[in-house]
């Protein structure tokens, strides 16, 4: 019998909430969903995939239930699915041909004309929307079914958010504003060019603080670099504030390190699901999830993607001017480091049986699996935020997809079906700049896609 459990507290919660957030007048929060809609065209729904993301406070299982309902569904899919189904009788008509009427109004009559080539015939107040043009009916229903596929596969951001919110430890939110502090510390020093490397003296932190300790010195010292930003502090006296600032956040990401690696086993199976539905890879759509089969990474092949985008990111690391890659870069090599760190503990405590050819339980390579899954789906992430990708030049576009192709095995690349509605879509970006980058320095390599 499939799986039929719903995470309750979310669809309750998405019910009171979703037509009031749909029709909110607010254009200026990130991700609003009038922002969101105006930004959407009838040529590209990308858009569409974050428009609920502002519910992400919304409630949903704790990280005990989320484990047992994951143990009990046995993929992310067979969970997913029954929570889809609910949300769809929200959002869609009973045939799931279209966006039901309800939410048409919410997000706007002509908004939804716009973006499905459509007319709205119906007298006074009613909704009875139809092709602009007579002979292109089949098209209008298309853009009628996909536009109702994009709001209903925006539920996996949305949940994969929540599920975030609501799991997150407060001492890592409290990390996340110390980085916040650091940032803007390092432009005060600098404000422009390569910030310096070296510089950090993670000794003045001690290596027995506790979480709770982590936490109480980090509020202090935020408030320490608050106020010397608001004053006139000189530059030079603020290298101290900042030593200190990355010496705590060094040691709260190895505090939190394993409580974070939990909460990403969680959240990164539904990223990766709705990354593999906007490319239209797998055999299955948002309105029928399917089992996708899945190869674990082995041991030789984990290292072997460890060792390659770890050297990938060395040689070209160099050639990168965007702050945004680059800063998005060094979080993925460090996440790389400590997988390499996982896979070398692995090494020392399985090498006789390695050796010897005998099989290693399954379950040691873990701890490198996650750390590897958590870096790869948080770089994925990142390189699909819009800022990021306005700001890379041709080639740096090149090595961004050289290290995803290294990650996907080619597939993020592979398929053109149905690209236009992406809301990844950087295939598209990358053919675009493709003659410009062949064009660079010769010192440049060019494209090469797998």
């Not at 040529?43 to 974050?50: A, F, N, T, V």
């Not at 086993?265 to 299955?284: C, E, H, I, K, V």
Request: charged share 30%; proline share 3%.
């Amino acid at each position: 019998m499939a799986y039929q459990k719903i995470d309750e507290r979310f669809i309750n919660g998405f019910k009171e909430a979703y037509i009031k957030h749909l029709s909110s007048a607010d254009t200026q929060s990130e991700n609003a969903a009038q922002k969101m809609l105006e930004q959407a065209s009838v040529d590209d729904y990308g858009k569409i995939s974050r428009i609920f993301d502002l519910l992400s406070t919304l409630h949903c299982v704790s990280r005990e239930e989320f484990k047992t309902r994951m143990e009990e569904a046995g993929s992310i899919e067979a969970y997913m699915k029954p929570i889809i189904n609910e949300i769809a009788k929200l959002l869609l008509t009973p045939d799931k041909a279209r966006l039901n009427d309800e939410v048409i109004r919410a997000i706007g009559v002509d908004n939804y004309c716009r973006l499905v080539k459509g007319k709205n015939i119906a007298q006074e107040d009613g909704i009875q929307i139809v092709a602009n043009e007579s002979e292109k009916i089949n098209e209008f229903e298309a853009a009628e079914k996909l536009l109702a596929e994009s709001f209903l596969r925006a539920i996996l951001a949305c949940y994969s958010l929540s599920v975030y919110e609501n799991n997150v430890l407060a001492e890592e939110r409290t990390r996340g504003r110390l980085e916040e502090q650091m940032t803007a510390l390092k432009f005060k020093i600098q404000p422009e060019g390569e910030f310096p490397s070296g510089w950090e003296e993670l000794n003045l932190i001690s290596e027995d603080i506790t979480l709770k300790e982590f936490d109480e010195q980090a509020k202090l010292i935020i408030a320490q670099a608050q106020i010397a930003l608001n004053g006139e502090t000189e530059a030079k006296d603020l290298w101290p504030l900042l030593k200190k600032c990355q010496a705590l956040y060094s040691r709260g990401t190895q505090l939190l390190h394993e409580s974070n690696v939990e909460l990403g086993a969680m959240t990164n199976p539904l990223q990766q699901l709705g990354f593999r539905l906007s490319q239209g890879t797998g055999s299955d759509s948002i309105f029928d999830l399917k089992e996708q089969s899945r190869k674990q990474l082995t041991y030789p092949e984990l290292k072997a993607k460890v060792s390659r985008l770890q050297n990938i990111i060395e040689l070209f690391e160099p050639k990168i001017h965007s702050p945004e890659l680059k800063e998005t870069m060094n979080k993925f090599r460090e996440q790389l480091k400590l997988t390499q760190q996982y896979i070398s503990e692995y090494e020392k405590e399985y090498g006789d049986l390695l050796q010897s050819n005998v099989t290693v339980p399954v379950h040691a390579l873990s701890d490198a699996l996650n750390s590897y899954n958590a870096g790869t789906s948080n770089f994925m992430k990142a390189v699909n935020e819009e800022d990021l990708k306005k700001s890379l030049k041709p080639y740096e576009m090149n090595i961004v997809q050289r290290l995803i192709n290294i990650v996907s095995k080619g597939y993020f690349f592979a398929s053109a079906r149905n690209y236009e509605n992406s809301s990844l879509k950087m295939k598209n970006e990358l053919i675009e700049m493709k003659s410009k980058y062949d064009e660079s320095p010769e010192d440049q390599q060019g494209f090469e896609f797998n």
